[in-house]
C-alpha cells in the first residue's frame, strides 16, 4: 500500500511535523530521505530493507559510493543528495562552536569532533585552533595513519598554530577500533605536544579521542 494511503498519522513527513524528528524510527527519517519507494515497496519497506542490507543507519550513510550505490533503490543522485546533507550537517556543527567561548560548549565541541573523525576507516589526528577568547579559528586534519596508529610531528602543529595566530589548540584524534580509551602512546605525545606549544605560548585546552560510542576528554580524565 502506498504511503498515501496511509493514516495520516502513520505518514513519515506528517508524522515528522507533529511530533518532531525524534519521534521517528531509523526507517522512518530514511524513507523522507528517499522520497519514494520501489515497484511493489513503499519508501519505508524499502528503507528497511536497506537498513537490513547495510546493518545500521551509520553504515549506511557512512558507506562509500560503490557499497551505497549497488543497493536497490539507490543511486549516484541519491549518494550526492546523501553527501550533500551530510556537509550541511558538519558545518551547522561547525557553526554552533564558532561563536562564543569553544570549551563552554564541550557537548557541541564533541559532536563536531566525531562529526569530523568518526568514519574514518584509519587514524586521522586533528587540531580545532582557538584565538585568545577560545573561539575557534580553524579545524585542520594534519596527520593520517593506518588503523591503528598515526605519526604527529609536533613541528609542524605548531607551524600551524603560528599560522593561524592560534592562542590555544584542542587535539582530536579518533580509534577506529572503536575504544576511545587513551593509549599510553595518546598520553606521550600529547606532553610532547604541549611542551613544544608552550614554546609559542600556546595552551593545550583539551585532547579528545573519537571511539565508535564515546568521546573521551583528556581535560575530563585530568589527564592534562
Known sequence: MSISHWPEA??????????GAAS???????????RTGVKGKSAVDLA???LTTFGSLRALLESDEKAFCSAHGLGSAKYAQLQAVLEMSRRHLQASIEKGDAMERPEQVKNYLASQLRHHQREVFACL???N?????????LFFGTINAAAVYPRE??????EHNAAAVILAHNHPSGVAEPSMADQHITERLKTALEMIEVRVLDHMIVGDL??????ERGLL
Open 10 to 19: 502513520e505518514r513519515p513527513r506528517e508524522k515528522l511535523l507533529l511530533q
Open 48 to 50: 528497511r530493507d536497506l
Open 24 to 34: 521517528l524510527s531509523d526507517a522512518e527519517l530514511l524513507a523522507i530521505f528517499l
Open 133 to 141: 577568547k577560545h573561539r575557534v579559528l580553524k579545524y585542520e586534519a
Open 157 to 162: 602543529v605548531v607551524a600551524k598554530a603560528l
Open 214 to 219: 564515546e568521546i573521551v576528554s583528556f581535560a
Open 129 to 131: 585552533f582557538l584565538d
